[in-house]
């Protein structure tokens, strides 16, 4: 994993880290401060 990481373009590096960021705050927002369990994905057939 490091030799992806160490071989990716910059720009690459920057959307995935503010991909990340931008993931955790939603959760953050979801869960309340991470106080209420986070929402489950359910699936029905």
Known sequence: MAWLFSHLDVHALVLGG?????????????????????PELEFEE
Do not use: E, N
């Open 18 to 38: 503010v991909w990340t960021v931008l993931g955790v705050v939603w959760l953050t927002v979801l869960t309340r401060g991470f106080r209420t369990p986070p």
